[in-house]
């Protein structure tokens, strides 16, 4: 069964160092998405990629975020000079189509430490 | 933000009896609802969904009611088996949108 793969399953960096959170979409999807979970709080969601442009950000995705497809398959999430208030659970979703089913599909996350 | 709530932080259900998770949103704006599972160490994964136009929506032991006037969702998992236990996501979303709201999960554990 297809699914989304994330790397690294695990990054630690140190405060003010930029990192990059891979994430291979299912093949034949075309929305992109990354979401984040701090610790004992909700999923949310930070930005969506449609057509090789953000289509939807939130409040959180400010200038310290940036998203990139390099290529046909990966899809990145740049953080840079990180805080230590970023250290959550990053999670990657792709979404087949744009009907109106809403149903995005997880990948396992990357949990980033900020020391 | 409080717009999709999940009142309900765990839950403990015995095996074969009924589990009912529930799920609270305050924005009318809403026309799709999500329900995720989410195992430790795994990404939240699809378990079943339900259109605003509609009230019920069954896939096998799994059923979620809608009740709009209520804004009020659940998820019925009949019957429950010990693979069930882990922690359960409302979602939600809005026509043209693409970001989904989670509530902030119920932890449901299946007894033997």
């Known amino acids: 069964e297809p699914e989304v793969t994330q790397t690294p399953s695990h990054q630690v960096t140190q405060m003010g160092q930029e990192v990059i959170l891979r994430c291979v979409p299912i093949?034949?999807?075309?929305?992109f998405y990354w979401y984040r979970q701090i610790l004992g709080q909700k999923v949310e969601f930070l930005v969506s990629?449609?057509?090789?442009?953000?289509?939807?950000k939130s409040e959180i995705f400010d200038d310290q975020f940036s998203v990139e497809r390099p290529d046909g398959s990966n899809f990145t999430l740049k953080i840079r000079s990180t805080k230590l208030e970023d250290s959550a659970m990053y999670f990657c979703?792709?979404?087949?189509?744009?009907?109106?089913?809403?149903?995005?599909?997880f990948g396992a996350g990357t949990r980033l430490s900020v020391l | 933000d409080q717009q999709v709530k999940q009142n309900s932080p765990s839950l403990s259900v015995q095996e074969g009896r009924i589990s009912i998770l529930n799920c609270d949103y305050t924005?009318?704006?809403?026309?799709?609802f999500l329900w995720y599972k989410k195992y430790p160490a795994e990404g939240p994964t699809f378990l079943i969904s339900?259109?605003?136009?509609?009230d019920k929506n069954e896939d096998g032991r799994f059923t979620v009611f809608l009740n709009k006037s209520a804004k009020h969702l659940s998820l019925h998992i009949v019957p429950s088996q010990p693979g069930d236990s882990a922690v359960y996501f409302c979602?939600?979303?809005?026509?043209?949108?693409?970001?989904?709201?989670f509530g902030q999960g119920t932890r449901l554990t299946i007894n033997p």
């Open positions: 979703a792709s979404k087949g189509g744009s009907g109106g089913k809403n149903i995005q599909y």
């Open positions: 093949s034949n999807h075309l929305y």
């Open positions: 990629f449609y057509n090789n442009e953000i289509s939807e």
């Open positions: 924005n009318s704006m809403f026309d799709y």
């Open positions: 339900i259109s605003s136009i509609k």
């Open positions: 979602a939600a979303s809005i026509q043209g949108a693409q970001k989904l709201v």
